[in-house]
């Protein structure tokens, strides 16, 4: 567990850093992409500024093709609006955009992640009492149910890998098989959840959660350790291709011009 | 026909105790300056409503103006929590506060039936989350077509809205421009408004983007430049990141966020 | 992302016998042009959906396009009555034209639920009136907070809608200005879609009133300016009310119609 | 019945014109009306240019405070966007304006009245055999339902005032007292009727639409002959003020910059 750092050790990058890299190098040039603030927002203009130019970013705050030449610090600052294609009411947002299933991926962060993908970002401890009050759902319900595939980013630990959440918040693959439709949810659910340590994607027939990438320098056991269940792995997990120099320098760039005040 | 009054008789007159008082602003635009007069005139116990209360939602409940918060999203965006929000959620300081969340299409359906004077809205939404069961303001109904099951929240139909916009001109009439969230439904959802305005033109001169209330569907109109400081009011002055970020050490303890609000709030006039 | 094609493509390869076609366009923008190759196309069975069916759909259905007409409004405003669609309706003149009409309220929400991927949408409407009866479409469904009665209407999906905006950019991004009716619905709740054009730009820059359809919610774009004529483009060309008027003569014998559309339309190419 | 004509007659004016002026004066400075294109629209912007220059109109086109200078020949006319103070979408207004009773006044036209003021603007005939087709419903249910008030205008007669209706397409008072109520209508239904030879307004008690002024020159009996049911007539019925100059010359001065095509 020596990866936990924020520094760039002896890789030449941070965990945090590849996990950027890691996610931004999913998404396609052309696909419709429904943004989180934070890391998610970080990843997929990393992917506009490398190999996906004509990726279109929606934020939840009415923006649609959404170009920004620095990351937001809010899902609503004025460098989202003033580059945008078009800007629509919240209403519009969510009823004309995310609820149709037209938008091709949803990309979410949270605080806790149980094995079939589901999300907490309500509170942690009990909902009447809660040890630590989180903001809420957002948008997340939503366009974890809605949009085509869900793409999860969040660092892996024992506090983050947790079964079961303190509360559900949004939904992965629920309960396992077969749940996703019972709620006749339209999108497919989660295709992939990119940690700092490497990537889960869900097995097809179980729908848990299983470890298929490590990043470079990171084990198995060393993800084992950050999960709070029994982690399932691939018989051969991948290992992620490190950062390349213009990947690196590019994140880096984007960070860098980041607004003052952002603590992640 | 919209009044065009000083902020101090707006909220003196407009909001009243006990009023559930919707204050609209998603990451622009935020009233923050009439949320202050609210605080100086000593309000109590509001039902608070809002998509994604922030900074101006914490200093209202950080000083005991609400029984009750309708939100989606509580947090200080790219920053990390709400203090005051935290401390009256988890320890019940000031006062304890019910909270009533829903995801942000749920609310802001709940503007949109308001505003459509239906008295529920449908969507395909909370599907598998712990709000169905924490929130007793979602239901469902059936398709009278097809059969499937919709979640169904219902309106909401606050006492007063209060949000704040680039310009009126001297009728009444409101524009707003570039992110404008659900103002509109909170303004035509709500029995009152105030809309506090960076400027008052002689005739407004439609921009693009610009969305239009007319006087007549607003109650009264404030000129508080800079009203929205500091959330931004895109056309006039930009986000001031630095202060969102100050406020995480501000709020964070109860006496220096008490002492930062006697000094930039209370002491200071409409 | 939109394909930016010829009229002539865009129909041959969009619009198949049978399909239900919307084609939008409330007193402005309306798709004259593209519905004149949808005839020179010779299509059949087709379901045509419109709140407001006027001169373009009069000739549709004179030339036996259509089976069945799903409409609010049917008249040339300000002049009087459509004779072919009235010939269809009274005579079965050139086919027996099947219809289902709402009010705008309620076809309006038809395209909304469309449009938002829902298979209803709810409105205060119909209420006391005919068409509930007649019209087999309309439902009701009780709110499940307060129990009241409310009209349900179930979501039209065309399989092609068919506007006509003032301009595009060269990667199909479509904006259109001033009155834009339903048409944004039209196309979001349409399988594919056709936007014919004033002007193709480099790049748009946003109008007042400016509204802007992403290319990748739109199939194909086309450069057909005048398309709209005899309605009319806001910052083009005006309504020709001239040709309204004429049209009532031109219309009311199935002779006169018949060589105007052989002289006017068969005879054109797209 | 020799006030049918379109002729001046000797009174100076025509009984349309009479009509038109008499269902201006019903509108009051500041009231937001919507407005249906013809009849309606005439005697709306007459009011506007005489004793309501503060009228809100609303076109169902999107138009909100429109300030036409001449007669639009169609609710969607270049002219009303350019004047509006607001332009918004139709589901818009029919949603956000129409459906939850902002507006003061409803005016509408039609085909056929009955006595409780019910409108049929469907067909002549029967529905699945017309005689005549006519263009339908449009935006007058939900005008009628939801307005605080109604404003009908409809020339007088046999052919108009009848009862049945061929088709009932909007609601005035349904089929009498509590027929509003019973359906859940908010607004408060017709408050008069405008028509060329005067005003008929609903009895407080049965609803019933009651003959309460008559225009210069017309006779009860006359009023009577064109209602194809048997009149109710209030015990003194008023005489409307005849035109003053100022009003024929506004109405004159707007119908002649009508734009052709127009044929009522």
Same mark, same amino acid.
């Given at each position: 567990?020596?990866?936990?750092?924020?520094?760039?050790?002896?890789?030449?990058?941070?965990?945090?850093?590849?996990?950027?890299?890691?996610?931004?190098?999913?998404?396609?040039?052309?696909?419709?992409? &429904?943004?989180?603030?934070?890391?998610?927002?970080?990843?997929?203009?990393?992917?506009?500024?490398? =190999?996906?130019?004509?990726?279109?970013?929606?934020?939840?705050?009415?923006?649609?093709?959404?170009?920004?030449?620095?990351?937001?610090?809010?899902?609503?600052?004025?460098?989202?609006?003033?580059?945008?294609?078009?800007?629509?009411?919240?209403?519009?947002? &969510?009823?004309?955009?995310?609820?149709?299933?037209?938008?091709?991926?949803?990309?979410?962060?949270?605080? =806790?992640?149980?094995?079939?993908?589901?999300?907490?970002?309500?509170?942690?401890?009990?909902?009447?009492?809660?040890?630590?009050?989180?903001?809420?759902?957002?948008?997340?319900?939503?366009?974890?149910?809605?949009?085509?595939?869900?793409?999860?980013? /969040?660092?892996?630990?024992?506090?983050?890998?947790?079964?079961?959440?303190?509360?559900?918040?949004?939904?992965?693959?629920?309960?396992?098989?077969?749940?996703?439709?019972?709620?006749?949810?339209?999108?497919?659910?989660?295709?992939?959840?990119?940690?700092?340590?490497?990537?889960?994607?869900?097995?097809?027939?179980?729908?848990?959660?299983?470890?298929?990438?490590?990043?470079?320098?990171?084990?198995?056991?060393?993800?084992? =350790?950050?999960?709070?269940?029994?982690?399932?792995?691939?018989?051969?997990?991948?290992?992620?291709?490190?950062?390349?120099?213009?990947?690196?320098?590019?994140?880096?760039?984007?960070?860098?011009?980041?607004?003052?005040?952002?603590?992640? | 026909?919209? !009044?065009?009054?000083?902020?101090?008789?707006?909220?003196?007159?407009?909001?009243?105790?006990?009023?559930?008082?919707?204050?609209?602003?998603?990451?622009?635009?935020?009233?923050?300056?009439?949320?202050?007069?609210?605080?100086?005139?000593?309000?109590?116990?509001?039902?608070?409503?809002?998509?994604?209360?922030?900074?101006?939602?914490?200093?209202?409940?950080?000083?005991?103006?609400?029984?009750?918060?309708?939100?989606?999203?509580?947090?200080?965006?790219?920053?990390?929590?709400?203090?005051?929000?935290?401390?009256?959620?988890?320890?019940?300081?000031?006062?304890?506060?019910?909270?009533?969340?829903?995801?942000?299409?749920?609310?802001?359906?709940?503007?949109?039936?308001?505003?459509?004077?239906?008295? &529920?809205? /449908?969507?395909?939404?909370?599907?598998?989350?712990?709000?169905? !069961?924490?929130?007793?303001?979602?239901?469902?109904?059936?398709?009278?077509?097809?059969?499937?099951?919709?979640?169904?929240?219902?309106? #909401?139909?606050?006492? *007063?809205?209060?949000?704040?916009?680039?310009?009126?001109?001297?009728?009444?009439?409101?524009?707003?421009?570039?992110?404008?969230?659900? =103002?509109?439904?909170? *303004?035509?959802?709500?029995?009152?408004?105030? *809309?506090?305005?960076?400027? #008052?033109?002689?005739?407004?001169?439609?921009?693009?983007?610009?969305?239009?209330?007319?006087?007549?569907?607003?109650?009264?109109?404030?000129?508080?430049?800079?009203?929205?400081?500091?959330?931004?009011?895109?056309?006039?002055?930009?986000?001031?990141?630095?202060?969102?970020?100050?406020?995480?050490? #501000?709020?964070?303890?109860? !006496?220096? &966020?008490?002492?930062?609000?006697?000094?930039?709030?209370?002491?200071?006039?409409?």
């Amino acid at each position: 567990m020596t990866r936990t750092g924020s520094g760039t050790g002896n890789l030449g990058f941070t965990p945090s850093e590849m996990m950027s890299i890691a996610a931004a190098r999913e998404l396609r040039d052309g696909q419709v992409c &429904f943004v989180g603030i934070g890391a998610p927002s970080t990843a997929a203009n990393l992917a506009r500024a490398t =190999q996906a130019p004509g990726l279109v970013l929606i934020y939840e705050s009415g923006c649609i093709g959404a170009k920004p030449t620095t990351l937001p610090l809010s899902i609503g600052d004025g460098e989202l609006a003033d580059t945008a294609d078009a800007v629509v009411s919240v209403p519009e947002i &969510f009823n004309y955009w995310l609820q149709p299933g037209r938008i091709d991926v949803g990309f979410l962060g949270a605080a =806790q992640i149980d094995r079939f993908a589901n999300l907490n970002t309500t509170v942690i401890g009990p909902y009447d009492r809660p040890e630590v009050r989180l903001p809420g759902a957002g948008g997340a319900p939503e366009i974890a149910g809605s949009c085509k595939e869900v793409m999860i980013m /969040i660092k892996q630990s024992r506090r983050t890998f947790v079964d079961p959440l303190d509360f559900r918040t949004s939904i992965g693959f629920g309960d396992g098989p077969g749940s996703r439709e019972r709620l006749g949810l339209r999108g497919s659910g989660p295709r992939m959840v990119i940690t700092d340590l490497g990537i889960l994607r869900p097995d097809p027939d179980s729908c848990e959660l299983t470890l298929t990438d490590l990043h470079p320098g990171v084990s198995v056991e060393a993800a084992r =350790q950050a999960t709070g269940w029994e982690l399932a792995v691939a018989p051969e997990p991948r290992v992620t291709p490190a950062p390349t120099e213009a990947e690196l320098a590019h994140l880096r760039h984007l960070v860098s011009k980041r607004p003052q005040g952002s603590s992640k | 026909m919209a !009044e065009i009054v000083s902020l101090r008789e707006a909220v003196a007159e407009l909001v009243g105790d006990g009023d559930t008082v919707a204050m609209e602003g998603f990451s622009h635009l935020i009233p923050h300056l009439a949320g202050h007069e609210v605080i100086r005139q000593e309000r109590r116990h509001l039902t608070l409503v809002r998509l994604t209360p922030d900074l101006i939602f914490d200093q209202l409940i950080g000083m005991g103006v609400a029984d009750k918060l309708v939100f989606s999203w509580g947090g200080n965006p790219g920053v990390g929590s709400l203090h005051r929000f935290r401390d009256a959620i988890e320890n019940g300081w000031p006062t304890s506060l019910e909270i009533e969340e829903h995801s942000h299409a749920g609310l802001t359906n709940r503007f949109v039936a308001g505003a459509s004077g239906l008295p &529920f809205a /449908i969507l395909r939404g909370y599907a598998g989350t712990g709000l169905v !069961e924490r929130v007793g303001n979602i239901k469902s109904v059936q398709c009278p077509f097809t059969g499937e099951t919709l979640a169904a929240v219902p309106a #909401i139909n606050p006492d *007063v809205a209060i949000i704040h916009a680039q310009q009126a001109d001297v009728h009444g009439n409101v524009q707003m421009w570039g992110l404008t969230g659900v =103002q509109k439904e909170a *303004v035509l959802a709500s029995s009152r408004s105030i *809309v506090t305005v960076e400027e #008052i033109v002689q005739t407004i001169e439609l921009r693009p983007g610009g969305v239009v209330l007319p006087t007549w569907a607003v109650t009264a109109v404030a000129h508080v430049p800079g009203g929205a400081h500091p959330s931004y009011a895109s056309g006039f002055y930009e986000r001031d990141n630095a202060f969102y970020s100050e406020w995480e050490a #501000i709020s964070r303890s109860r !006496e220096s &966020f008490l002492s930062w609000m006697e000094r930039n709030v209370l002491e200071v006039g409409a």
